[in-house]
């Protein structure tokens, strides 16, 4: 026998609410600070070989990353044979602690807390995250209105 919305019990309305917000709430394609810190291999393990390899210039002239692009537009950064950096820029469909292409800077702020703003190079903001292994920040950029269209993580103690 079919049964409407209204005649299920409570406790099925509730996990049924519990379920939607949690898929909606929780981004699928979203990638942590779990990442932080982990060698090549897993990345490669995890996500199969890189599409693009590269090497790019930290902000040490003595110093540079060893970077894997994946075809949906996630970077990962390698210093001493470990993730220090990621990034989704503004074609990527994945998400970084949460946060997603597109996204407004306002809501993001009300999750995480009131960034730290730099203009000078570009529209940014800085979040810092404690209660990890390294000290970490999540750096959006964003454009006139507050969309967030570019998403870094990383290391702070480079």
Same mark, same amino acid.
């Given at each position: 026998m079919a049964h409407s919305l209204w005649q299920v019990s409570w406790l099925q309305r509730?996990?049924?609410?519990?379920?939607?917000?949690?898929?909606?709430?929780?981004?699928?394609? !979203?990638?942590?600070? *779990?990442?932080? &810190?982990? $060698?090549? !291999?897993?990345?490669? *393990?995890?996500? &199969?070989? $890189?599409d693009r390899l590269f090497v790019e210039q930290t902000a040490s002239d003595a110093d540079h990353f060893v970077v894997f692009?994946?075809?949906?537009?996630?970077?990962?950064?390698?210093?001493?044979?470990?993730?220090?950096?990621?990034?989704v820029d503004e074609r990527s469909q994945h998400s970084l602690y949460g946060v997603s292409?597109?996204?407004?800077?306002?809501?993001?702020?009300?999750?995480?807390?009131?960034?730290?703003?730099n203009r000078d190079s570009g529209e940014s903001a800085s979040f810092t995250l404690s209660g990890h292994d390294h000290p970490l920040e999540l750096r959006v950029y964003v454009d006139g209105d507050g969309m967030i269209y570019d998403i870094y993580l990383y290391r702070m103690d480079f």
């Open positions: 509730f996990a049924i609410g519990f379920v939607a917000t949690f898929v909606f709430i929780v981004p699928a394609r !979203s990638m942590g600070t *779990e990442l932080i &810190g982990v $060698p090549p !291999s897993e990345i490669i *393990e995890r996500y &199969g070989a $890189p692009l994946y075809a949906d537009y996630r970077y990962f950064y390698f210093f001493e044979n470990e993730v220090w950096q990621m990034r292409i597109g996204d407004m800077i306002e809501n993001v702020a009300f999750e995480i807390g009131a960034p730290e703003w």
